[in-house]
């Protein structure tokens, strides 16, 4: 985000600060993510009690043709409303005088951008969960959208915060590997964008941004991509098609970093990350890293098309 950008956001956002409590809106009841946020935020004192924000409203959304939407969706509603009195809404637009900001949580990447394009109009800062989007050109949109209404927004996955990362980071990596779980999911065109982003924010995580190319093998049971960064290193992410493990190994220039077997995942740093970007409209991720993570998928997808062949980031 440019500084002027920054600026203007931190402006905006200044009365926030000050906020005993911020009035949370959730664009999507369709994902587990949904109860889990809430339970966090809304519940009472405990280890994963994320002070400073509170859920107060909740727009259903919903997609007819993604099982695990259409399945959720109404179930999620009414436990959000029956157990944290979450008042459920019939569009985005109301959502806009009722909360100080908002989770775009829908579980379908394709609907982000259009649901964006409302939220927007709240002029209110927004998490977009994962995936940011179904595919680089909507990414690339919302990024647009966001700069052309002085949105503050963000984008990412709770893995970025994980032990397997923690652990693992070091400043003079010179290469990483990832692995994680990578179902595909048969509307998005964008398969990694799917499950496979886990990992793949975690490789980013730990080397940063500056993949120029990719390439991708593909088989019955797992994707393996590689990517080249301009200084030379090599990141590499394994997600597998079945099994839900994560891990990582960063190769220093005299040792080895390995996640421990009983590194431990939680939302609960993210949602203080994200209560933070809140009151600060700063961002934890940059926009251009999360821009080229989608930009790296992108090039995945197309090298799995070629059969393989290497392909340089767009």
């Known amino acids: 985000m440019p500084v002027m950008s920054r600026l203007f956001s931190a402006l905006l956002l200044a009365p926030l600060l000050f906020s005993a409590e911020l009035r949370l809106g959730l664009i999507g009841t369709d994902t587990s993510h949904v109860i889990a946020f809430t339970k966090s935020f809304n ?30 969706v109404d ?16 569009d985005i637009a109301s959502l806009c005088g009722k909360v100080d900001a908002l989770l775009l949580e ?21 998490f977009i969960d994962k995936p ?21 927004w963000f984008s990412s996955s709770s893995l970025r915060w994980s032990e397997h ?10 290469g990483v590997i990832t692995w994680g779980p990578g179902p595909y999911e048969p509307h998005h065109s964008l398969e990694l964008s799917w499950y ?5 924010e975690m490789l980013y995580a730990l080397m940063g941004p500056g993949c120029e190319e990719v390439t991708r093998v593909s088989t ?59 009151q600060t409209g700063v961002p934890p991720v940059p926009v251009e890293e999360t821009l080229e993570l989608f930009a790296f998928m992108d090039a995945a997808q197309k090298s799995k098309e070629q059969g393989g062949r290497p392909v340089r980031l767009r």
């Not at 179930?75 to 019939?90: C, D, H, N, S, T």
Request: hydrophobic content about 40%; proline content about 7%.
């Open 196 to 200: 496979a982003i886990h990992p793949i």
């Open 106 to 126: 829908s579980v379908d990447g394709r609907t982000h951008l259009p649901q964006f394009r409302e939220a927007v109009k709240c002029g209110k800062p927004v």
């Open 165 to 174: 990362v923690l652990a693992t980071k070091a400043d003079d990596a010179v």
């Open 132 to 152: 940011l989007a179904a595919t680089l050109e909507d990414a690339r949109e919302i990024a647009r959208l966001a700069r052309q209404h002085n949105i503050a």
């Open 43 to 72: 519940g009472p004192p405990g280890p994963d009690k994320v002070e400073g924000a509170r859920v107060v409203a909740a727009f259903k959304g919903g997609s007819p043709d993604v099982e695990a939407s259409y399945t959720r």
């Open 75 to 90: 179930k999620y509603a009414e436990q959000l409303a029956r157990e944290w009195g979450v008042e459920i809404v019939p």
């Open 220 to 278: 019955d049971t797992a994707d393996v991509v590689t990517g080249r960064w301009r200084d030379g290193r090599i990141g590499t992410v394994r997600s597998q098609k079945a099994g839900y493990n994560y891990g990582a190994v960063v190769f220093r220039p005299k040792g080895v970093n390995v996640s421990p077997p009983e590194a431990k995942s939680s939302y609960t740093p993210m949602l203080r990350e994200i209560v933070k970007f809140f």
